[in-house]
């Protein structure tokens, strides 16, 4: 294994070829690295923040984090057989720029399938909290997210280039036989593992759902955008401290070609209680929807809230393939019952499934 994939890797004499080569050193050097310990619950990834000492530290970064793969075996080998490691670089790499969604800056990167290798080098982003999945958003930080999501679908709205720089070339046919098939596989398990804890309507809906994920996936018609796919509070860092970016996004593991509801939709339905989400959201689609047209995408509300419904789906779907497909622990099964719960009673809420037949 490549040292540099684990925390052990990162050192000050690699440090200073990465900072030397993106212009960040300007002749000072990283003289010590400390790791500082593991940030979040790692589900398919796993992430550690580093803090360096410089022998100038003026105007130079504190720390960094690092990316690495998850440290459970089984995660770690199905994050690179589906090419969640891959997709993840090769946002960095070659999407990042070409969109306004705030992400952060990354300094090195390596990805090599054939040896399981794989690391991020990244900004740390002082100053901001993550988002809670099990607590949810309020409306301001829900709003900003919204608005965010804006950031990245409107500059490569209905961009052609999308499906093989995203998409690696599958057929819809072939998209949509692979979901309906990954859904079908992994249903049983995650009922098994999470059913005696979801609400009885929603334990239907995921039986109910089985069939139909194949035309889900071949959608309304909408254009397509770069999505996110996991847009949820845990993948959001919010600025807390004056200076701080209001928000920043992360994760890109799940990055696709797409229709955009499909991104605001998971936001929302994944981020308040049932009550309170059907409250909120007719407003926060709209403001959505206003932002697009004010950034020259040609979308009705009513196009907009079509796409929205069927984009409710998407949380059901995602439940439930990750429960299986990601790391167990206790914390991640917790978010796991409550995206299902949710999730679920906004597609059924909706109507989302009188879309698909």
Same mark, same amino acid.
């Given at each position: 294994m490549d040292r540099r994939c684990t925390p052990e890797g990162i050192d000050a004499p690699w440090l200073n070829e990465v900072f030397t080569t993106s212009g960040i050193a300007q002749g000072a050097t990283v003289? /010590? +690295?400390?790791?500082?310990?593991?940030?979040? *619950?790692?589900q398919t990834g796993s992430n550690g923040r580093f803090a360096l000492t410089w022998d100038d530290p003026t105007g130079?970064? /504190?720390s960094l984090v690092a990316k690495f793969p998850?440290? %459970?075996? %089984?995660a770690r080998v199905t994050a690179f057989s589906n090419g969640s490691y891959l997709r993840e670089w090769n946002f960095y790499a070659n999407i990042a720029d070409t969109v306004a969604m705030r992400t952060p800056r990354v300094h090195a990167s390596h990805f090599d399938a054939d040896g399981q290798h794989f690391v991020l080098l990244m900004d740390d982003i002082v100053g901001a909290e993550q988002g809670d999945q099990i607590a949810g958003l309020t409306l301001d930080d829900a709003a900003l997210a919204v608005a965010e999501a804006v950031q990245l679908h409107a500059p490569r709205w209905a961009d052609p280039a999308l499906s093989m720089l995203l998409g690696g070339g599958l057929s819809m046919e072939e998209r949509s036989f692979g979901l309906g098939m990954a859904y079908a596989a992994t249903r049983d398990g995650f009922l098994a593992r999470l059913g005696h804890r979801l609400d009885t309507d929603v334990v239907q809906f995921v039986h109910d759902l089985t069939p139909l994920v194949p035309a889900w996936v071949q959608g309304l018609g909408a254009p397509n955008t770069v999505v996110h796919m996991d847009y949820r509070p845990d993948n959001v860092m919010?600025?807390?401290q004056p200076g701080a970016a209001p928000i920043v996004v992360v994760d890109w593991q799940t990055v696709s070609d797409g229709p955009a509801l499909t991104d605001v939709a998971y936001l929302l339905g994944g981020s308040f209680e049932p009550a309170r989400r059907a409250e909120v959201e007719h407003d926060l689609v709209e403001m959505y929807q206003q932002g697009l047209v004010a950034s020259g +995408? %040609?979308?009705t509300f009513d196009e907009c809230w079509r796409d929205y419904r069927f984009g409710a789906v998407w949380g +059901? +779907?995602? *439940?439930?393939? &990750?429960?299986?497909?990601? /790391?167990?622990?206790?914390r991640g099964n917790d978010m796991?019952? &409550?995206? &299902?719960?949710?999730h679920g009673?906004?597609?059924?809420?909706? %109507? &989302?499934m009188e879309l698909l037949r």
């Open positions: 003289t /010590a +690295v400390e790791f500082l310990g593991v940030i979040g *619950t790692g130079r970064p /504190a998850s440290s %459970d075996p %089984d919010f600025g807390r +995408v %040609d979308y +059901v +779907v995602m *439940t439930v393939i &990750a429960t299986m497909y990601a /790391a167990e622990t206790e796991l019952v &409550a995206m &299902a719960n949710r009673h906004h597609a059924l809420d909706l %109507d &989302a």
